[in-house]
T-cell receptor
Framework: NAGVTQTPKFRVLKTGQSMTLLCAQD?????MYWYRQDPGMGLRLIHY???????AKGEVPDGYNVSRLKKQNFLLGLESAAPSQTSVYFC?????????????FGSGTRLTVV | GQQVMQIPQYQHVQEGEDFTTYCNSS?????IQWYKQRPGGHPVFLIQ?????EVKKQKRLTFQFGEAKKNSSLHITATQTTDVGTYFC?????????????FGKGTKLSVIP
């Protein structure tokens, strides 16, 4: 049972380039989330999804887009990368809302934008 | 919006000493969850508390939810080097439509052998 798998684990981008981060979960979870983690800032929610075909904005959505075409996958896109998007990105999933269920996190993607 | 504050930001303890981190919210929470992130790792769910005044234990870890459901604490007895990491609390507001967790910024624990 793999849990939550994120690809890639590391990436270096040049300013203005685009990329997609993939998150896949095999736990049949309805809810999926993308967070970014920066030193001293904790975990900040970028976008989330409460089910296949749905997405919603989190705390820091600007510069990112997401898609949830399949229940098990949640994609995070950066259309034109900026140095301010250098961060560690975590995907998480949960069976239901955080009000009732804990989150399972992936191992993260370390992104550097130069 | 919902804010969850954690103190202290950093804590250095000698191995064998106790450690406590505190989580405070300006508004009533419906639940509190605790996560541990090892250095270079990802957050891992530890526990959830939902009842006012609730206390739960996991071996040397004791979790408490305040009577007013606005604060919580995590206490580690006799720390070990395996306890090193950042501990996050996270909670949902108690209002209608509050379903997503808000995370605190975490307390980074260092244990000196």
């Amino acid at each position: 049972n793999a849990g939550v798998t994120q690809t890639p684990k590391f990436r270096v981008l040049k300013t203005g380039q685009s990329m997609t981060l993939l998150c896949a979960q095999d736990m049949n979870h309805e809810y999926m989330y993308w967070y970014r983690q920066d030193p001293g800032m904790g975990l900040r929610l970028i976008h989330y999804s409460v089910g296949e075909g749905t997405t919603a904005k989190g705390e820091v959505p600007d510069g990112y887009n997401v898609s949830r075409l399949k229940k098990q996958n949640f994609l995070l896109g950066l259309e034109s990368a900026a140095p301010s998007q250098t961060s560690v990105y975590f995907c998480a999933s949960s069976y239901g809302p955080g009000k009732y269920y804990g989150y399972t996190f992936g191992s993260g993607t370390r992104l550097t934008v130069v | 919006g919902q804010q969850v504050m954690q103190i202290p930001q950093y804590q250095h303890v000698q191995e064998g000493e106790d450690f406590t981190t505190y989580c405070n919210s300006s508004t009533t929470l419906s639940n509190i969850q605790w996560y541990k992130q090892r250095p270079g790792g990802h957050p891992v769910f530890l526990i959830q508390l939902v009842k006012s005044g609730e206390v739960k234990k996991q071996k040397r870890l004791t979790f408490q939810f305040g009577e007013a459901k606005k604060n919580s604490s995590l206490h580690i007895t006799a720390t070990q080097t395996t306890d090193v990491g950042t501990y996050f609390c996270a909670g949902c507001g108690s209002g209608a439509g509050s379903y997503q967790l808000t995370f605190g910024k975490g307390t980074k624990l260092s244990v000196i052998p």
